[in-house]
């Protein structure tokens, strides 16, 4: 499948790549728990796993000629989505896979950021996340969604309460839910400039082709941008 792309490497050196970079073949291996499998398919959009990603810019955009032009994947954007669907369908499904941390995370907070957090703690357990006052303003951590694990719970947990203003605290209970996932999704998702291996590219796109609405991230910038044969032609003068 995908091989690596080593940050040297620049538009000039895309053409020496092997083809098939996401191609699907026997005998792939396991992709990483970060890339775990997602549900069903939704034709609707490009179908990323028929499709050879030959490269990448600046690790950051996945690259795919496709019938119709050049399509460009933002990673973050799209590893993001993938994500947040994750978190939202196991709350709603009642069985989010979650990580018991080897030590439990207590945080000893302002009793502003004690109130916000506690407001929000059964929302967060829906999530995955498990956290339960701890005596005084103090608040731990016993657990993250298995999707999250990789990440440290304590600033997980300060940069959620930065996140959740006053403001915010008016929202629905939907709204917040949504705003919850969103933030995980952020947090968990790879990040522009990061090196993909090509098992993890392949396994991306195949959890974009079984997520639902993945034209955008959960903030709304798009996932991935379709430049029209037609239109790379009128920039070389063939139209």
Aim: proline content about 8%; overall charge negative; some cysteine.
């Amino acid at each position: 499948m995908h091989p690596a792309v080593s940050p040297e490497m620049g538009l000039q050196t895309l053409t020496a790549l092997p083809p098939a970079w996401n191609r699907k073949a026997e005998g792939d291996s396991a992709a990483p728990d970060l890339f775990e499998p997602a549900p069903p398919r939704n034709r609707s959009r490009p179908v990323f796993s028929d499709l050879d990603c030959i490269g990448s810019l600046w690790e950051t955009y996945l690259i795919f000629p496709s019938p119709e032009g050049m399509i460009l994947v933002d990673q973050h954007a799209a590893h993001e989505r993938v994500l947040f669907e994750k978190i939202k369908g196991g709350a709603e499904r009642g069985k989010q896979a979650v990580q018991g941390l080897l030590i439990p995370e207590v945080l000893s907070l302002s009793k502003a950021d004690f109130e916000r957090i506690s407001d929000l703690i059964p929302l967060l357990e829906e999530a995955g996340v498990e956290a339960e006052p701890f005596g005084g303003d103090s608040v731990v951590i016993k657990a993250l969604p298995a999707l999250l694990a990789h990440l440290e719970a304590g600033a997980l947990a300060k940069d959620l309460i930065s996140e959740f203003s006053d403001r915010e605290r008016a929202l629905s209970l939907a709204e917040k839910r949504d705003r919850i996932y969103a933030f995980l999704a952020c947090r968990g998702a790879v990040k522009a400039g990061h090196h993909l291996t090509r098992e993890e590219v392949g396994q991306l796109c195949r959890d974009l082709d079984s997520t639902p609405f993945a034209a955008t991230c959960p903030h709304g910038r798009p996932v991935y941008v379709l430049y029209p044969q037609r239109e790379i032609e009128r920039m070389f003068k063939r139209r």
